[in-house]
């Protein structure tokens, strides 16, 4: 074959791949515009054909495998996903730069964008995409339950890059007991699962994903922002022997969920909530790092991390570890704890946690069975511990913590330092042998400084359990391999470099 023939070929092909390429590349607005041929956003087609399950699929110009689907301008109604991607590629829903979804409501019990039944879809905010409702909570037009992106049974699907914004916006001590059900991003069921990158606000329920069948697997939310929610974000059981392996949550920040105080008391409010409950429903394998939970949480706090299960249900091998959780609360409060494990086998790991005085709140809160708390730093606060000191309670290690500022309420219910490194009870017998009562003096970021002296070279060094992003901390320094101690709490910190020392020439 002669050159010039193969530059004719080559041509062709480019030509042909360019069209196939613009032939997946759809776009949606409210209404139709210009040509009606979903060429662009000036000829894009209405929200009713994105709605209209015989435009999806594989035949050219429909959305299927590979397609992306732009969002333009200002939506109203609601969107519904008829299809599904493929592995050889996933239809993505991208909203334009300024693209958003906004209505009064997008109940009751709707939402703005859902799909059910659906594998690999891609819900994609971009550079500044929203959703929205305008005119639903406390004494506004509207009371309804919603949400902002609802998927049901979807595999291999990823949602980022979104604001979501008052779902429900409710007041703080008020009466309202209504948006029990509102939410921001809600996945219920499928495997590799991805939330990330969201900003989610007002709403009882900033970010959930719900496993209600056997099989689940590999859901990771992370990097996500929630405020101003009763939830920020949940793992929730649904239905008996439903089950989860291999989930974490990490790396998100939330804060100030006080404004579901309700005089019901019928929020409890929690930074991040996992449970296992139903009969024979499990969760395995969770990983809770990394995240940063502080602010006014009101007087209804029950926990910043709450891991539970009932007695029918099992969570085993889940660590919560590099947590940095700071409490600025005004109203006293007691709850739960700011960590509160009722799971088995457990790991309770380099965790900080700072207190809002010491009137009121509890550091670490143990129920399950064979639990492990190391290397956290703890104080200012009422409390610093419960462990439950039921049969059905037991500790396998509970050491190298730090504490500093503890109300009258002490070690488990009442005492000092002293005495809990004596203590034992049922099952329990492993109480901080090389655990600390000292000033922490952290940085105004919580980081340790070089008074920190409690904490550098005192945390046991941990890198024999072989986990890497335990192995690094919050902020991605990596700890010192062993034999060195590592520091307690979130953060690492390299000791002091000696001192008055000279070369010495040979």
Not at 416 to 440: E, I, K, L, R
């Amino acid at each position: 074959m002669n050159r010039p023939f193969k530059f004719v070929l080559a041509a062709i092909f480019l030509v042909l791949a360019a069209r196939i390429c613009r032939a997946n590349q759809i776009y949606i607005a409210q209404n139709a515009g210009g040509g009606n041929t979903g060429a662009d956003c000036a000829d894009a087609y209405a929200v009713s054909w994105f709605n209209t399950g015989t435009n999806w699929g594989s035949t050219a110009g429909h959305i299927g495998p590979g397609t992306t689907v732009h969002l333009c301008g200002m939506i109203s109604s609601s969107l519904t996903i008829q299809g599904s991607g493929s592995n050889s590629g996933s239809i993505t829903i991208l909203f334009e730069n300024g693209a958003i979804m906004s209505a009064p409501n997008w109940g009751p019990n709707g939402s703005a964008l859902t799909g059910s039944g659906n594998s690999y879809i891609t819900v994609d905010g971009g550079t500044n995409g929203t959703i929205q409702a305008t005119s639903n909570g406390t004494r506004l037009a509207t009371t309804v339950d919603e949400s902002g992106v609802s998927l049901y049974n979807c595999s291999n699907c990823i949602i980022r890059n979104l604001t979501i914004a008052n779902m429900y916006v409710h007041t703080y001590t008020s009466t309202d007991e209504n948006g029990q059900n509102t939410g921001g991003i809600y996945v219920a069921d499928g495997n590799n699962v991805a939330i990330y990158n969201n900003i989610v606000y007002d709403m009882k329920w900033c970010i959930a994903y719900s496993f209600n069948t056997a099989g689940n697997s590999n859901v990771a939310i992370y990097g996500n922002t929630a405020y101003h929610c009763d939830h920020g974000v949940a793992v929730e059981s649904g239905d008996p022997n439903a089950t989860l392996v291999g989930a974490s949550v990490y790396g998100n920040t939330i804060y100030d969920g006080y404004l579901w105080d309700d005089g019901a008391v019928n929020n409890h409010h929690d930074g991040i909530h996992v449970w296992s409950v139903q009969n024979g429903a499990a969760i395995t394998g969770l990983q809770v790092y990394n995240n940063y939970i502080y602010g006014n949480w009101g007087t209804n706090l029950n926990a910043f991390i709450y891991m539970e299960v009932a007695s029918t249900g099992t969570e085993n091998n889940s660590l919560a570890f590099n947590n940095l959780l700071v409490d600025s609360t005004t109203l006293s409060h007691y709850g739960c704890g700011y960590l509160c494990v009722m799971g088995n086998s457990a790991g309770i790991y380099n965790n900080t946690i700072v207190g809002s005085n010491t009137a009121s709140g509890v550091g670490i809160n143990i129920y399950g069975t064979s639990d492990t708390v190391e290397n956290n730093t703890i104080g200012n606060m009422l409390e610093v511990t419960g462990i439950s000191g039921s049969a059905s309670t037991s500790v396998a290690t509970w050491d190298y913590n730090n504490y500093y500022n503890v109300g009258t309420n002490g070690w488990n219910g009442g005492g000092q330092f002293a005495s809990w490194q004596g203590w034992c009870a049922t099952g329990v017998c492993h109480p901080d042998t090389h655990g600390s009562y000292a000033n922490p003096n952290l940085s105004a970021a919580y980081t340790p400084t070089a008074n920190s002296t409690a904490l550098v070279q005192a945390a046991l060094n941990l890198s024999g359990l072989s986990n890497s992003r335990l192995d690094a901390d919050k902020s991605g320094v990596t700890r010192p391999s062993q034999p060195t101690m590592w520091t307690i709490g979130a953060y690492q910190k390299a000791p002091a470099s000696p001192v008055g020392l000279g070369a010495i020439v040979r």
